[in-house]
């Protein structure tokens, strides 16, 4: 099956500052989610970009589809930003997401 | 929000039970999920449904079986529970474009 890799998988933050996560797929795919899961466990849409870049207040995706990875980057970061941070593909169009290992982030303040 | 809801949220429960555990939507969506979240693993999908009485195996699916009888509900069942089913159930549902939404989970503790 298709391969998700995440990087880094930990990554401490002091407020305000800037990140940048990676998502590494080893296949081609037609869909691609970025989720924040929440120190309460909810997971949280954040972006659907199969290709593309796309924005959304501090948080900014883009996906390099022929190239087989994807980006998010947050600006000014928050407290409330702590969490895991997931990238999910799916490959065929049944529909099936394929999670990476997730990077969790935690931003102090 | 995307209007799903998980029963129960936190079930402990013994070896060899049966557990059962539903998902229910609001939105009439045609594809609902049941995926497994576990330290070290992520989440892992078990079950899926594209429709009333259509339903497929996901990448973990031995040890449960679904229904879904009605749109709205998709129900999990864990036959004869085991220790190694313990774990953290979501539930998803996808709307046009292949988007999935998750639901609020269902802690389950299988001593």
């Known amino acids: 099956g298709i391969q998700v890799e995440q990087s880094p998988p930990d990554l401490i933050l002091q407020e305000g500052a800037n990140s940048t996560l990676r998502c590494n797929f080893s296949?081609?795919?037609?869909?691609l989610q970025w989720f924040h899961q929440n120190p309460w466990g909810q997971l949280i849409n954040l972006f659907y970009i199969p290709s593309g870049t796309k924005q959304n207040g501090r948080l900014s995706a883009t996906t390099v589809a022929t190239e087989r990875y994807s980006l998010l980057y947050i600006s000014s970061s928050q407290t409330t930003d702590s969490g895991v941070y997931f990238c999910a593909v799916e490959r065929d169009a049944g529909n099936m997401l394929t999670f990476g290992g997730g990077t969790r982030l935690m931003v102090k303040p | 929000d995307a209007g799903i809801t998980q029963s129960p949220r936190h079930k402990v429960t013994e070896t060899g039970t049966p557990v059962t555990l539903r998902c229910h939507q609001t939105?009439?969506?045609?594809?609902m999920y049941w995926y497994r979240q576990d330290p070290g693993h992520g989440l892992r999908l078990i079950h899926y449904?594209?429709?009333?009485?259509?339903?497929d195996k996901g990448e973990v699916s031995d040890g449960y079986s679904v229904s879904r009888s009605k749109t709205e509900d998709f129900l999990l069942t864990l036959e004869s529970a085991t220790s190694s089913q313990t774990s953290v159930y979501f539930c998803?549902?996808?709307?046009?474009?292949?988007?999935?939404?998750f639901g609020p989970g269902t802690r389950l503790t299988v001593l």
């Open positions: 998803a549902i996808s709307r046009v474009r292949n988007e999935q939404f």
């Open positions: 939105e009439n969506h045609r594809y």
């Open positions: 296949d081609s795919v037609n869909n």
């Open positions: 449904s594209y429709g009333v009485k259509d339903t």
